[in-house]
C-alpha cells in the first residue's frame, strides 16, 4: 500500500508545496494536485518537481474538456520530464457547473472523451504520428479549418513511453471505463464496507474487459487522518463537514449531482436531500450538520491508533492500493511517518 495526500488547496497552494519535501523525507509516496476552477495543476507540479526528489506528483484531475487530447499530451510528457520519471496523469470529466460555466464549453460526451483522450496520449507518449477520426479529428479534415493540417508526432523524446493515467469517476459506466483501461481510479468520499455494493458490477465488468498488457488496476482513496484518544479528537470530523456539503449538496443542480447520488447510493438518500435543500437555500451550516457522522467516521481515519489501524485494514480490504491522507495535526509529516509504519 502506497502512501499519497493531496496538495491542500486552500489558500496560497505554494505555501502548502513548500511542505512536501518535508512529507517526501516522512515517507510519502504520492502528492495529488488539484485544479477545478483555482490555480492550474500543472504549474504547481512542475514547481513540486524541483522542490522534491522521489514523491510522484499527481493531477488529480485535468478536466477532459478545457484541453485538447495533444494538450495534455505535452503537459504529461513535460512534467514527466521535469521530474524525472515521477509524474501520473489524472484526469476526470468534472462537472457542468465548472466546465461550461467556468470554460464555456459545452458539457457532452465525457466518457467518449475520456477514452478518446487515453488512447491518444498513449499514443503520443510512443510518439506515434496522430491521426485519429472520433469525437477529437486528427487532423482536422478536409472542409475544416486551412486544410493545412498535417498528422504529427510529438517533437521531443518523452522520459518514458508511458505515464500512468488515473480516472477520476463515480458513475457505473465511467468507473467500467476505468477498470477497462486506466491505470488507476481516482474515487472521491470513499466508504470502504459500502464500496463493492456501489462500484462492484461496474469494476469487474470493466476488469473482465481489461488488456493483458495492463497491470492490475490501482485505487487511490482515503480521508482526514488524526491520531488521538480523547474527544476533542473526534471533533475534528467536523472540519471535514464543510466539504461533503459542498459536494452532496452544492455541486451541480437538483438531479445533476454526481456526489448527490453516491450519498443516495450509500443509503442517505433523506440525508442527502435534506442536504441539498439547505445548501442551495443558502443555509450551508445547516447542511453541514446534517452530514451523517456514521459517514464521516467510516470515510476517515480519526481516532485511537487502534481504530486508525482498523479503517486503514478496511480501505485495503476494498481494494485501496494508494491510501490517501488528509493530517489534521500541528506536524503533518510526524503523521504520515507514523501511517507509513502501519501500512509498511
Excluded at 510519502?28 to 485544479?35: F, K, N, P
Excluded at 492550474?40 to 522534491?52: E, F, K, N, Q, V
Excluded at 461496474?202 to 473482465?208: E, F, N, S, V
Excluded at 443555509?283 to 446534517?290: C, G, H, L, S
Amino acid at each position: 500500500m502506497k502512501l499519497s495526500m493531496p496538495l491542500m488547496y486552500s489558500g496560497n497552494p505554494r505555501e502548502a508545496a513548500d511542505q512536501v519535501a518535508a512529507l517526501e523525507q516522512a515517507g510519502l509516496d504520492t502528492v495529488w494536485v488539484a485544479e477545478a476552477y483555482g490555480f492550474d495543476s500543472p504549474t504547481l507540479m512542475g514547481y513540486l518537481a524541483a522542490r522534491t526528489e522521489t514523491v510522484e506528483i499527481g493531477a488529480a484531475i485535468l478536466n477532459v474538456f478545457s484541453r485538447t487530447p495533444s494538450a495534455i499530451l505535452q503537459t504529461a510528457a513535460g512534467l514527466d520530464n521535469v521530474s524525472g520519471s515521477r509524474a501520473i496523469l489524472g484526469l476526470g470529466a468534472s462537472g457542468p457547473q465548472v466546465i461550461e460555466g467556468f470554460h464555456g464549453i459545452p458539457y457532452d460526451k465525457p466518457l467518449g472523451r475520456t477514452r478518446e483522450i487515453v488512447d491518444l496520449v498513449r499514443r503520443g507518449l510512443r510518439r506515434e504520428t496522430l491521426v485519429h477520426d472520433g469525437i477529437f479529428k486528427l487532423p482536422l479534415p478536409e472542409g475544416q479549418g486551412t486544410g493545412l493540417g498535417k498528422p504529427l508526432k510529438l517533437l521531443t523524446r518523452p522520459e518514458r513511453p508511458s505515464v500512468p493515467i488515473y480516472i477520476a469517476a463515480l458513475g457505473p459506466k465511467s468507473v467500467e471505463g476505468a477498470a477497462e483501461y486506466a491505470d488507476g481510479w481516482l474515487p472521491f468520499l470513499f466508504l470502504p464496507e459500502k464500496a463493492g455494493d456501489v462500484w462492484g458490477d461496474a469494476l469487474a465488468k470493466g476488469t473482465a474487459k481489461r488488456d493483458e498488457g495492463l497491470a492490475p488496476l490501482e485505487i487511490a482513496a482515503g480521508g482526514m487522518v488524526a491520531i488521538g484518544e480523547g474527544p476533542e479528537t473526534k471533533a475534528l470530523l467536523d472540519f471535514a463537514r464543510p466539504m461533503y456539503a459542498l459536494y452532496v449538496g452544492g455541486m451541480g443542480a437538483r438531479g445533476k449531482n454526481f456526489y448527490n447520488d453516491l450519498a443516495c447510493q450509500y443509503g442517505y438518500e433523506k440525508e442527502a436531500k435534506e442536504i441539498q435543500d439547505l445548501y442551495l437555500g443558502g443555509n450551508k451550516r445547516d447542511a453541514e450538520a446534517v452530514v451523517p457522522l456514521e459517514w464521516l467516521e467510516a470515510g476517515n481515519l480519526v481516532g485511537p491508533a487502534s481504530y486508525v489501524k482498523e479503517r486503514i485494514a478496511a480501505f485495503k480490504e476494498a481494494g485501496v492500493t494508494n491510501l490517501q491522507v488528509s493530517p489534521a495535526s500541528d506536524d503533518p509529516a510526524a503523521t504520515v511517518a507514523q501511517i507509513k509504519e502501519w501500512i509498511a
